[in-house]
């Protein structure tokens, strides 16, 4: 699909901006939900235009029109291996701004009134295949608005890793003490390879397939490299690797024999029908592992910042404050690899500061008969659309009534 392709670049950027924050520390992070965090706020960015537009398509790393696209193209048609999920959820009335910005939103993204914390951890629950509990932001009593994305995997290997002692990882590795064993691959089911990357060096690479159709691909480099290059490295040779695109692979019979910092070279003599005799195994040693992660994406280089701008815009209160957070988890076994991530971005507007005053309070009480009348209007869960011809007839059209004379029991 071209906008996968076209995206691949963009998303690639943005990871070492969003991987930059957390340095050298153990993390995880779904740069793509926080991407599509950004672009379903493109159409209200649009219709801002000025500085909010051109920040967000900075971000975003393209037009806004095409990241709105890429993003309906992503959420409308998920792949069999990602569960995708986006919500845009409201407090108040029907606003036209915000309607418009609705109407331009992929037809999967949920839409309705915002909901309390514990209905909105659900959603998080339900998103994530149960891998995330919580939303990473607590909902206020002046929020206004929340906007999510939900991404989720959970896939087995082809082939499972098998088990071996931990010192298989080498003489000089600070986890073959921490744990008792690790994972190696086995001869089908699974690719390594050593590669050649500029500004890098030479890099180990492995790639476990998934029976679902997702390849999860590790790479390690010289020590000392910063990891957001080594993140930035990932990317180019996951994505290449994937597209049959150009990768430097290096011969083994082009580095030295014995044991290197990344790995070591035997050699034996056998036969072989490998050309010219001279065949090539590579294998790979690495441990499980797992994460969980909280990120601050209110940084104006996410264009986050810009998509809250954007949206408080449509709200009608430029001035008022938003937040936004990711958390994700994975987890990377001898069997398989699961991940999810919740992105979440809300605004609202700031209560004022209480002062000395005067309150007055009326308790309206229905203890006597009264009327109730109940009215045709356009469904919120289509974002309060404006008139078209299907149902126009019965907007305002009061549909039922009563009289109520005889009250009955309340109940749980």
Request: proline share 8%.
């Amino acid at each position: 699909m071209t906008t996968a392709v076209d995206l691949r670049a963009p998303l690639a950027r943005y990871a070492t901006l969003l991987h930059a924050t957390a340095g050298d520390r153990h993390h995880v992070a779904s740069p793509l939900g926080a991407w599509l965090l950004g672009a379903l706020c493109a159409p209200a960015a649009a219709t801002v235009g000025g500085q909010v537009a051109d920040d967000l398509t900075r971000a975003l790393g393209v037009e806004l029109f095409t990241a709105r696209e890429m993003a309906t193209a992503l959420l409308d048609d998920p792949h069999p291996a990602v569960l995708s999920a986006a919500a845009l959820w409201l407090a108040g009335p029907p606003i036209p701004a915000v309607d418009e910005w609705i109407a331009e939103l992929p037809v999967s993204v949920e839409t309705g009134p915002l909901p309390s914390q514990a209905e909105a951890d659900a959603w998080a629950d339900e998103h994530t295949l149960g891998l995330i509990k919580e939303m990473p932001l607590k909902i206020r009593p002046e929020t206004l608005l929340l906007l999510v994305t939900a991404l989720a995997t959970r896939v087995s290997w082809a082939r499972p890793f098998t088990l071996v002692p931990a010192a298989r990882l080498g003489a000089s590795s600070p986890w073959r003490d921490s744990v008792g064993q690790v994972l190696e691959t086995p001869q089908h089911g699974h690719d390594a390879f050593v590669a050649r990357v500029p500004g890098i060096g030479d890099v180990a690479v492995h790639t476990g397939y998934a029976t679902e159709g997702l390849r999860v691909t590790s790479v390690i480099a010289p020590a000392g490299t910063p990891p957001v290059e080594v993140i930035a490295a990932a990317y180019e040779l996951a994505v290449a690797s994937a597209t049959r695109g150009a990768v430097d692979r290096r011969s083994l019979f082009d580095l030295p024999l014995g044991e290197g910092p990344l790995w070591t070279i035997t050699e034996e003599r056998v036969r072989t029908a490998a050309p010219g005799g001279r065949e090539e195994l590579h294998r790979a040693v690495l441990p499980a592992w797992s994460a969980f992660s909280r990120h601050d994406l209110s940084r104006a280089d996410l264009g986050i910042q810009a998509a809250a701008a954007a949206a408080k815009h449509a709200l009608g209160i430029p001035d008022g404050w938003h937040e936004a957070a990711q958390v994700a988890m994975a987890r990377y076994t001898r069997v398989g690899f699961e991940a999810a991530a919740i992105s979440a971005m809300m605004a609202g507007v700031s209560m004022p500061i209480p002062q000395d005053g005067v309150r007055r309070t009326a308790e309206l009480r229905f203890g006597q008969p009264f009327a109730v009348v109940a009215v045709a209007d356009r469904p919120w869960r289509d974002g309060w659309q404006p008139d078209t011809a299907q149902g126009a007839a019965w907007l305002s059209l009061p549909v039922f009534s009563a009289w109520v004379a005889e009250p009955t029991e309340a109940a749980e």
